[in-house]
């Protein structure tokens, strides 16, 4: 096996809305890649792991078949890819779909403004203009609904003024792209964000060793984004109390203080964000002396 093989390869997106926070969470993880412009493929300089930058709408294909280990992408486009290869769940295509909540953003229907929607039925024998015409069929198929769909590979928002549809299903995020067309949200088809996906193929050891480590990196990642270590004195009495005020925190670490008996100090990481509130119910509840740090990372 040449060396190129024990390599791992990742697909991400080329430029898009994608780019940038993917190529910043596997940074995150510890890979350094240098990335000059119009460059299809980022060499990792400190770990066998390689990014071939991509169209976003071909990453499940190649996860799929293996070109690529690991693909970051819109679970729109998995999803499109999905019903379209008619795989009902995404066994035979990709193994390990986990959400990595960046990305947001809808597959919604829209219309012009001004557009009587009430329901899926007000889109019988109506043109809808989308790249995603299998969402839009499954959509369709699900609700007994015929319609023509018109497939339009970009510049969606468009079409309705062109007079080639009546209706659009396309990527909603801020919704400035609508509202500059002259069209209204009437329905949310399905909820999107970046997802990793894993090829299916058999790894070898040393690769699903590596995949595994970075997958688990990348979920350490996810986890301290919103964690804070927070540390308080508190009267031993209250302890209870103030476990129970601290937010997603597992056991506390509960440490004497010097020169008293009655009072205690308190460190815990807490898994969800720290509000004033709670350090006002905190301190309320008896806690005084409270800090609270950002956790850089954290290996479960
Ligand atoms: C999507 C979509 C819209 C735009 C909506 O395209 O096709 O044009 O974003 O965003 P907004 O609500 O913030 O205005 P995207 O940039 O994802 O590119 P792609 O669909 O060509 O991959
Ligand atoms: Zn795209």
């Given at each position: 096996m040449d060396s190129s093989e024990q390599r791992i390869k990742i697909a991400i997106q080329k430029s898009g809305r994608l780019t940038d926070h993917s190529i910043d969470l596997l940074q995150r993880c510890g890979l350094k890649v240098t990335r000059s412009k119009d460059q299809l493929f980022c060499y990792g300089e400190n770990m066998p792991v390689d990014l071939l930058l991509v169209r976003d709408d071909d990453i499940p294909q190649l996860v799929a078949d293996d070109i690529c280990d690991l693909g970051i992408c819109g679970l729109n486009i998995v999803e499109e890819k999905r019903l379209k290869m008619g795989a009902k769940s995404d066994a035979g295509l990709f193994k390990q779909v986990f959400e990595l909540d960046f990305g947001h953003c809808r597959l919604s229907l829209a219309g012009p403004e001004g557009s009587e929607f009430?329901?899926?039925?007000?889109?019988?024998n109506k043109r809808i203009a989308t790249s995603y015409t299998s969402i839009l069929e499954d959509y369709l198929a699900t609700n007994n609904v015929s319609a023509e769909i018109v497939y339009f590979s970009g510049a969606v928002e468009i079409t309705p003024k062109l007079g080639k549809a009546d209706f659009i299903c396309d990527l909603v995020s801020t919704g400035s792209t609508l509202a500059a067309n002259g069209l209204v949200e009437v329905e949310t088809l399905l909820n999107s964000e970046a997802i990793i996906i894993q090829t299916q193929a058999p790894l070898g050891k040393s690769k699903q060793d590596l995949v595994d480590r970075l997958l688990q990196r990348l979920d350490g990642v996810l986890q301290v984004r919103e964690s804070k270590y927070i540390m308080l004195h508190a009267p031993r009495a209250a302890l209870a109390k103030i476990q129970s005020l601290?937010?997603?925190?597992?056991a506390p670490t509960v440490l004497p203080l010097e020169g008293t008996e009655d009072r205690v100090a308190v460190h815990a990481v807490c898994r969800e964000n720290v509000f004033w509130e709670t350090l006002e119910n905190l301190k309320a509840a008896g806690a005084s002396s409270l800090l609270v740090l950002p956790v850089e990372k954290m290996l479960a």
């Open positions: 009430k329901g899926p039925a007000t889109l019988q601290l937010p997603g925190t597992e």
